[in-house]
């Protein structure tokens, strides 16, 4: 199983931005996607954004031109990025980060972090 441990999160107005981290104890050859999911109580899980291993990402439609998720690789490490801008009061949730293993598509889920968007 792959560790991943998440930073970034909290409180912040309509309008702003935060971002998330994620770092991977794996190398790039480990890993086949990377993402983001999010759920708010009462809502249906939902997926924010992902990066594959060769780069392409992909983002749920409700975030589309406010987040960017971008990646950095270092030689036993993976570290996801998700840049969330203009922040909405329903983008408020618990985000998950995820890794799915290359060898075996295993998924492995961080431990969360909230944001909350209130004024």
């Known amino acids: 199983q792959v560790q991943l441990v998440e930073s970034g999160g909290g409180l912040v107005q309509p309008g702003g931005s935060l971002r998330l981290s994620c770092a991977a104890s794996?190398?790039?050859?480990?890993?086949?996607?990377m993402g983001w999911y999010r759920q708010a109580p009462g809502k249906e899980r939902e997926l924010v954004a992902r990066?594959?291993?060769?780069?392409?990402?992909?983002?749920g439609d409700s975030v589309k031109g406010r987040f960017t998720i971008s990646r950095d690789n270092a030689k036993n490490t993976v570290t996801v990025y998700l840049q969330m801008n203009s922040l909405k009061p329903e983008d408020t949730a618990g985000y998950f980060c995820?890794?799915?293993?290359?060898?075996?598509?295993?998924?492995?889920w961080g431990q969360g972090t909230q944001v909350t968007v209130s004024s």
């Open positions: 794996v190398s790039i050859l480990g890993i086949s996607a």
């Open positions: 995820y890794a799915d293993r290359s060898a075996d598509g295993l998924r492995s």
């Open positions: 990066i594959t291993g060769g780069g392409h990402t992909n983002y």
